[in-house]
């Protein structure tokens, strides 16, 4: 896995246990910059809608939310970071 899609796994993995948290604590969890976090962010929400997911990180107020349509499964979140891996 890249930096960038690890970093974005990070991010998401902390949202998927809090759903709604400040851009602080996911600054202290992960370790990034705020403009780190927020090209993560931007980088995920993308990757969800060109995959065609129900899957959104809002950023408002200093304070994030992740939504997830109810028909989004597990194994079509982990699929956003599998294109990359090696095919056996």
Same mark, same amino acid.
């Given at each position: 896995?890249?930096?960038? +899609? $690890?970093?974005?796994? $990070?991010?998401?993995?902390? /949202? /998927?246990?809090? $759903?709604?948290t400040?851009?602080k604590?996911?600054?202290? +969890?992960?370790?990034? $910059?705020?403009?780190?976090l927020t090209k993560?962010?931007?980088l995920l929400?993308d990757?969800? /809608?060109?995959s065609?997911l129900?899957?959104?990180?809002s950023?408002? *107020?200093?304070?994030l939310? /992740?939504s997830?349509?109810a @028909?989004?499964?597990?194994? *079509?979140?982990?699929s956003?970071?599998? +294109?990359? @891996?090696?095919k056996?």
């Amino acid at each position: 896995m890249e930096k960038a +899609e $690890s970093g974005q796994f $990070s991010i998401l993995s902390f /949202l /998927l246990q809090e $759903s709604q948290t400040t851009v602080k604590a996911v600054m202290e +969890e992960t370790g990034f $910059s705020k403009a780190t976090l927020t090209k993560y962010v931007t980088l995920l929400n993308d990757k969800a /809608l060109n995959s065609g997911l129900e899957l959104n990180i809002s950023l408002e *107020d200093e304070n994030l939310r /992740l939504s997830i349509g109810a @028909a989004t499964k597990g194994r *079509d979140i982990r699929s956003l970071f599998l +294109e990359n @891996a090696v095919k056996y």
